[in-house]
């Protein structure tokens, strides 16, 4: 019995064991803490209730989940932007499944979509949400947004970056409990407005226009009224431009712009 029981302990131990040269941990996703960590020379240091004092690059908790599924929301990247996409559909209407969604990036760029071989995407994240989860599960949740109807090598519409910045804030609020910080640019602010307005005038109103024209960046402004027809003509005009933010311009994107006065 004895000889039993230290070959599962040494069973257990060998199956936290990490190859030479490689950085472990073991980790509780229901505290959000570490239980132990492991040296590049493969030995473990238990926490010893002090989990803060280790230092990572990155949050494990958007990639570690226990192994049996509670049925419990949790908070790693896969299940978030999954149940953000099923969110942003049953607001906006479904997703274009002709571009194959690859995962999630972390780069010291703006959050956007990476596009790959024409209709490959990934979404890229700012690197300072590696460690801030709410700056995280913002920019996912503006992203997915921008996953529904992907428009590679062309600028988005006031309507779609309303449409992201809407529902990161109402996700962020009803979901994660979270009330993001005002957003300091008018261009994006501008945006939130116009779309809050159709919000408030009908919910399933973007819906509606997007069973009829899925792409978001093709919606018109005669298919704004159609389904909006109390909303004042140049509002609709206003939705339909090409969204310019407020720095950072390229040239191409105030070109398109001007062209559409």
């Known amino acids: 019995m004895l000889a039993s029981k230290q070959r599962h302990r040494k069973k257990r131990r060998n199956r936290h064991r990490s190859r030479r040269g490689e950085v472990g941990v073991l980790y509780n996703p ?37 192994a049996k599924d509670d049925g419990n929301p949790r908070n790693t990247l896969a299940y978030r932007q999954l149940h953000m996409m099923i969110s942003a559909t049953k607001l906006y209407g479904e997703r274009d499944y002709s571009y194959a969604f690859a ?9 956007h979509l990476r596009f790959y071989e024409g209709n490959h ?38 309507l779609e970056e309303g449409m992201a910045v809407a529902f990161s804030y109402v996700y ?7 009330i993001l910080p005002p957003l300091g640019k008018e261009s994006y602010q501008e945006a939130l ?3 809050t307005l159709l919000l408030n005038i009908d919910q ?5 226009m997007r069973k009829e024209e899925p792409t ?12 909006y027809p109390t909303l004042p003509e140049e509002v609709a005009a206003r939705l339909t431009r090409t969204f310019v933010r407020d720095e950072h311009v390229h040239p191409d994107i105030i070109e398109i712009y001007n062209r559409e006065e």
């Open 172 to 178: 962020m609020r009803d979901t994660m409990r979270v």
């Open 103 to 111: 995962g999630i990036e972390f780069t010291p760029d703006d959050p």
């Open 30 to 66: 229901k505290t959000a803490s570490f239980h132990s960590f492991q040296r590049p020379d493969g030995t473990w240091v238990k926490a010893d209730g002090k989990e803060n004092n280790i230092v990572t690059l990155i949050n494990p908790e958007y990639y570690i989940a226990e």
């Open 193 to 195: 407005d116009l779309v």
């Open 204 to 208: 399933d109103g973007i819906k509606k």
């Open 121 to 158: 995407v990934i979404i890229q994240l700012h690197s300072i949400a590696m460690l801030d989860r709410n700056q995280a599960f913002g920019q996912l949740a503006h992203e997915c947004v921008h996953l529904l109807s992907p428009t590679p090598g062309r600028p988005v519409k006031i």
């Open 216 to 227: 978001i960046s093709n919606i018109t402004k005669s298919l704004v009224l159609k389904y």
